[in-house]
């Protein structure tokens, strides 16, 4: 397997500039909570209960999401605990609500238009906006926390050898161990990916929110993960704001096989698979060194292999995989959109959402991913993924 260059990870913000971008994000979110109040206040009463209710509850979740995005910094850590899970609840509140809002003063006009009495309907709008996002928060956090399901995937593969015919790739991807996902959730993603028993397992980035320090602990049942031919993993964009270079060393230490435009190859009865792996495709704005290349990642021994198998972390180089030659890639970083109505902005960024694409003679697959971002939050149900070749 080639060795890449060592490359530093992006420095450590200091106390300094921690403050200033905790002082800028106080602004910005103070902004959207106020445009917010404008949003659902308008044609009720200033002085009403709504009114004051709300903008009572828009100062505390002000002052709540700052402090539960930065709650890993927190040196007590129930206090962390707390901030993050209130922080981040309200984080996925707020969104909901300035969707709805904004879909509420939109529809207003549109109904006056069309001659029906809206005044009776302002206040009783406003509620019911809030009561959606409530009821779309809450049920996201239902489906977030709930395990993730088993998703069963054939990938025909033309000229398969014998040998490889029902070979297994398990996927898992898009963990994001960190504020509110830990040692425990992870434990049980790890028991149902070991159930499957894997030829392969492979991890498709984004696996941790925070450094090495701080999620040592949490991320330590990665090193229990079995299957035949080990487990491989790539870097998704979130490692490298986590500290690139340090938890490239601590999955080694965990015993995954970490390939940073890298592969080796699968031996079976003659037959041969190449395992390949590219870092993020954003990785060259931070780490020149380490940049994104499906090309030199299958390069040598690669290149003559029966199947060719791609991973990494964001769809959006799978074009680049198709071209060099790869017969499957497997993806993450979309997260399916995580909740409604991001799923429909996905396609801004990238080139598919989820699920089995073709690009030329390439086989794509992006995972919905198996935990999730920021607010506990799912309208669309985490994934292990279950991955066969099969003879086209």
């Keep these: 397997m080639n060795s890449p260059s060592p490359a530093e990870s992006p420095k450590r913000r200091g106390p300094g500039r921690v403050l200033r971008l905790l002082l800028i994000a106080m602004v910005l979110v103070?902004?959207?909570?106020?445009l917010?109040?404008?949003?659902?206040?308008?044609?009720?009463?200033a002085d009403g209960s709504f009114s004051q209710g709300l903008g009572a509850y828009l100062c505390l979740s002000t002052l709540a999401i700052p402090a539960g995005l930065l709650s890993l910094r927190n040196t007590n850590p129930r206090l962390g605990v707390v901030l993050s899970w209130s922080g981040l609840l309200a984080l996925g509140l707020l969104s909901s609500l300035l969707v709805l809002a904004l879909m509420r003063v939109l529809l207003l006009p549109v109904l006056e238009g069309l001659g029906v009495p809206v005044l009776p309907w302002h206040e009783a709008s406003a509620w019911g906006a809030v009561a959606l996002a409530v009821l779309a928060t809450v049920s996201g956090f239902v489906v977030a926390r709930m395990p993730p399901a088993v998703v069963a995937v054939?990938?025909?593969i033309d000229g398969l050898p014998t040998a490889l015919h029902g070979f297994r790739i398990v996927q898992i991807t898009d963990?994001?161990?960190?504020?509110?996902?830990?040692?425990?959730?992870?434990?049980?993603?790890?028991?149902?990916v070991n159930a499957l028993q894997a030829d392969l397992v492979a991890i498709t980035g984004d696996v941790v929110d925070g450094d090495v320090p701080t999620l040592r602990p949490h991320v330590a049942p990665l090193q229990q993960l079995k299957a035949t031919e080990g487990v491989a993993l790539v870097l998704g964009n979130h490692e490298l704001y986590s500290g690139a270079t340090a938890w490239v060393q601590e999955f080694r230490r965990l015993g995954l096989q970490v390939l940073l435009n890298q592969h080796f190859i699968v031996h079976r009865d003659g037959a041969t698979l190449a395992v390949a792996g590219v870092t993020d495709h954003s990785t060259g704005r931070f780490m020149p060194e380490w940049a994104c290349d499906p090309?030199?990642?299958?390069?040598?021994?690669?290149e003559a292999a029966d199947v060719r198998l791609l991973l990494a972390h964001q769809p959006v180089t799978a074009p680049a995989g198709a071209l060099a030659g790869y017969h499957l890639a497997l993806h993450g970083h979309t997260h399916g959109g995580q909740w409604w109505p991001w799923n429909h902005f996905v396609r801004?960024?990238?080139?598919?959402v989820?699920?089995?694409?073709?690009f030329g003679s390439m086989w794509s697959y992006t995972s919905v991913g198996t935990g999730y971002w920021g607010p506990p939050k799912r309208h669309f149900r985490a994934e292990i993924t279950l991955l066969t070749l099969k003879p086209a």
């Design 354 to 358: 989820s699920g089995l694409h073709r």
């Design 295 to 302: 090309q030199a990642a299958i390069r040598g021994a690669g």
């Design 175 to 192: 963990l994001h161990v960190g504020p509110t996902i830990d040692h425990v959730y992870l434990q049980r993603i790890v028991d149902q």
């Design 154 to 156: 054939d990938i025909p």
């Design 348 to 352: 801004m960024q990238q080139p598919v």
């Design 36 to 45: 917010l109040w404008l949003l659902l206040t308008t044609g009720t009463q």
């Design 30 to 34: 103070g902004g959207l909570h106020y």
